[in-house]
């Protein structure tokens, strides 16, 4: 038997090494990595099938470096380091540019003074060199701090609201599947009890369009119009009113809970499980808050833009007397680079505040949670009376 399957083996092996040597005869113009590839599935027992697409010609297989050779994934979007190109054309649309146009302006009316001053023999001064090079190294280590700050309370934020989002799907899941009679003797119960589901569902709507008001700092709920034929006009109001919406909101469906296991609709441990789901969006909720409510500290991006500032406006004394009429380029380049950091760090630190698009993501869960409670626009009529 041992050498049955000795011989066996040796068989298959020179089988594929016949498909190799084959292989490597017929794709001369592959590549080492697809020549590879086709080299593993030829090991794998499948050489017939490799060895005719091996003739398929380049310019059909997949593009851009391989990345969407792989069949079933999605096409790979190219970011801004792949079309460089792109981003320097369209920086006449920069946002950050539009921000920043009056500070470069006056660097740039800056430099040309200085210049002028320089050139024309009005007056001289010494080198300044040395203490550029000296505060350039905190200068850096400033702007690393701001932006690294900025990013983790911008992180933080998107982290805290998308678990608000998953944890809205999945207790509107849990309320429309888990409140049911414990019977369907009757066609009335049953209904009530998918109406009282269904109003939980929307209720925890309500949750989320509170929270993205009290983080936004207004006193009408953004998304009361997508909420009308949903919830109650009178709970909206209530929530509107409300010193802390998410937590009035909370309550409001902790009364719907308590009203479905009194009813026979949901068992106590469903509910408590249920209660602890709403509990956990409420401390994400408060996770959110926090991020908006607590500004970065004053003293600390104050002495950034000071810093920055009279870097950038000495940087033509220090440009002028070796570079003559190029400081004006030279030092509005690097001004605008130095700058665009602390407006890009002022503006991710406040990720609520219209750079998150929390109406797009509102959007996206209204229509998700509407499959369930049974309309595909997310819009079915409430059966309660507030």
């Known amino acids: 038997m041992a050498s049955v399957l000795h011989a066996t083996s040796t ?26 590839q086709l080299a593993l599935a030829v090991v794998a027992g499948q050489p017939g099938e490799l ?26 979007t190219l970011t801004y380091s792949a079309t460089w190109l792109t981003a320097v054309m369209t920086l006449t649309h920069s ?19 200085v210049v002028a001053v320089l050139q024309f023999g009005l007056t001289s001064w010494p080198g300044l060199e040395l203490p550029h090079q000296l505060v350039s190294v905190a200068l850096g280590l400033l702007l690393v701090h701001r932006m690294t700050q900025a990013y983790e309370r911008f992180w933080e934020g998107r982290r805290s609201w998308q678990r608000i989002l998953d944890l809205c ?3 509107a899941r849990r309320a ?7 019977s369907a003797e009757h066609a009335s ?11 939980i569902a929307a209720h925890l709507l309500a949750f989320v369009a509170a929270t993205e008001a009290r983080v936004r700092c207004k006193a ?16 909206l109001q209530r929530l509107e009113s409300s010193t802390h919406g998410p937590l009035a909101c909370a309550d409001e469906i902790a009364g719907l809970i308590d009203a479905a296991q009194d009813r026979g609709f949901l068992t106590p441990e469903r509910a408590i499980e249920l209660d602890s789901g709403v509990h956990e969006m409420l401390l994400s909720a408060g996770e959110c808050d926090c991020i908006a409510r607590t500004p970065t500290p004053v003293e600390f991006s104050t002495h950034t833009s000071r810093f920055l500032t009279l870097f950038c406006f000495t940087l033509p004394l220090v440009l002028a007397p070796s570079t003559g009429w190029w400081t004006i380029p030279v030092s509005v380049v690097v001004s605008y680079s130095l700058l665009a950091i602390d407006e890009i760090s002022a503006v991710v630190e406040s990720p609520f505040n219209g750079y998150l ?19 595909s626009r997310g819009a079915p009529k409430s059966s309660r009376v507030a």
């Open 11 to 36: 068989v298959c092996y020179a089988s594929r090494c016949d498909s190799l040597r084959l292989l490597r005869a017929r794709t001369p113009l592959c590549t080492t990595a697809r020549r590879r």
């Open 51 to 76: 060895v005719a697409a091996s003739r398929t010609p380049r310019s059909a297989l997949p593009s851009w470096r391989g990345y969407n050779d792989r069949a079933g994934e999605l096409q790979l």
């Open 95 to 113: 946002r950050v540019l539009r921000a920043l146009k009056w500070v470069v302006l006056a660097q740039a009316a800056l430099s040309t003074v």
């Open 169 to 171: 799907r999945a207790n």
């Open 176 to 182: 429309i599947r888990w409140v049911k009679p414990a």
């Open 189 to 199: 119960t049953v209904d009530a009890a998918r109406d009282l589901g269904r109003d």
């Open 220 to 235: 009408e709920l953004t998304f009361g119009q997508s909420l009308s034929s949903l919830v109650p006009r009178t709970v």
């Open 357 to 375: 698009p929390l109406n797009q993501h509102f959007a996206a869960l209204l229509r998700d949670i509407g499959e369930y409670i049974g309309d």
